[in-house]
Nanobody, 124 residues
Framework: QLQLVESGGGLVQPGGSLRLSCSVPTSILERYTIGWFRQAPGKGREGVACISSSSGTTDYADSVKGRFSISSDIAKNTVYLQMNSLKPDDTAVYHC?????????????????WGQGTQVTVSS
C-alpha cells in the first residue's frame, strides 16, 4: 500500500480558492501517475485531475477545467491541486491516489492506492 497523505482542505466561500497538497514518496512521484478524485455524500467517486511527472501529462475533468490546476514538486515530494473559483458543487472529500498507469482522469477513481482524504466545503 502506497503512503499518500493529503492536506489543505477547509471551509471556503463560493468563488474562493484552496490548495490541496499530497505527500508522495519520491520514487512513486517520479514513475507513477498521481491523481485526485472526490466523493460527495451520497455520490460516487469522480476523477478530478491527474499528472504524470515522467511524461509531463495532465488531464482534468470537464467540471473543473479552467478552475483547477495540478502540479508536482519532486524536490518536495508533493503534488498540489490548486482550486480556484470554487463552487458549492465542489464540496466533497478529496483523495490523492496513485497508479502505474496512464494519466487519464476518467480512470483515476479506480486507482488502487489512496490517502485518507481531506474535506473541502464550499459554502457561504
Amino acid at each position: 500500500q502506497l503512503q499518500l497523505v493529503e492536506s489543505g482542505g477547509g471551509l471556503v466561500q463560493p468563488g474562493g480558492s484552496l490548495r490541496l497538497s499530497c505527500s508522495v514518496p519520491t520514487s512513486i512521484l517520479e514513475r507513477y501517475t498521481i491523481g485526485w478524485f472526490r466523493q460527495a455524500p451520497g455520490k460516487g467517486r469522480e476523477g478530478v485531475a491527474c499528472i504524470s511527472s515522467s511524461s509531463g501529462t495532465t488531464d482534468y475533468a470537464d467540471s473543473v477545467k479552467g478552475r483547477f490546476s495540478i502540479s508536482s514538486d519532486i524536490a518536495k515530494n508533493t503534488v498540489y491541486l490548486q482550486m480556484n473559483s470554487l463552487k458549492p458543487d465542489d464540496t466533497a472529500v478529496y483523495h490523492c491516489t496513485a497508479a502505474f498507469d496512464a494519466c487519464t482522469v476518467a480512470v483515476v477513481p479506480s486507482f488502487g492506492s489512496w490517502g485518507q482524504g481531506t474535506q473541502v466545503t464550499v459554502s457561504s
